[in-house]
Each structure stands twice: as C-alpha cells, then as structure tokens.
C-alpha cells in the first residue's frame, strides 16, 4: 500500500504565505504525476496544481502567480507554496499521486488533506 501524508497547513492572514508538503511512502516502483487539489465547504474539490515526473507544471487560472509547485523524486515529495494568500483560498488541500505499483500497474492514491485557513 502507498500512504501520502500533508503537512504545512494552518491559519494564515491574508497576503501571507504558506508551504504545503506531501510525503508519499510504502510499496512503490514509481510515482508518476502527483498534484493538489482542494475543497471549500459546500464546494466540490477542485485541481490546484499538479506536476510530472520530470517537472512539467499545470495550474488552475484562479493560483497561477500566486502559488508554486515542486518536486523532489529522490524523496518522493512535493511541495506547494502559496504567497498572497486570500479568503477564497481557504479549504482543505489534498495531496495525490499516480503510482506504478512493483506489478507494474498504476493506482491513483490521495492523502487525507490539510486545513487551509486564510482570515481577511
């Protein structure tokens, strides 16, 4: 089994900054795409970010300028920097990852997300 554990959420100010993590562990060949997404309340959950194995970037219109994403394959994280920051950010994040499994077999896995909260 693969496990994805956020962290780096919490409560913010708006204009401030924050830096999202997302670990991925366990029974793995390789870790293809991995991405964010979010939920507001009473929202459905949206595409933040995701990135490629090799790096290639894709962002939601609403973040771009505003938040970044990497990558570090050698310890199977990503990371999401969120400067300026505004209310409407405020929502649980979500990290997930595109497996290939050691049977070579690929699985969508998501973390149990962390609570973003940005005051006005």
């Known amino acids: 089994q693969v496990q994805l554990v956020e962290s780096g959420g919490g409560s913010v100010q708006a204009g401030g900054s924050l830096r999202l993590s997302c670990a991925a562990s366990?029974?793995?060949?390789?870790?293809?795409?991995m991405g964010w997404y979010r939920q507001a309340p009473g929202k459905q959950r949206e595409l933040v970010a995701t990135i490629t194995r090799g790096g290639m970037t894709n962002y939601a219109d609403s973040i771009k300028g505003r938040f970044f994403i990497s990558r570090d394959n050698a310890k199977n994280t990503i990371y999401l920097q969120m400067n300026n920051l505004k209310p409407e950010d405020t929502a649980l994040y979500y990290c997930?990852?595109?497996?290939?499994?050691?049977?070579?077999?690929?699985?969508?896995?998501w973390g149990q997300g962390t609570q973003v909260t940005v005051s006005s």
């Open positions: 997930n990852a595109y497996v290939v499994s050691i049977y070579v077999t690929q699985s969508d896995y």
């Open positions: 366990g029974s793995m060949f390789r870790i293809n795409d």
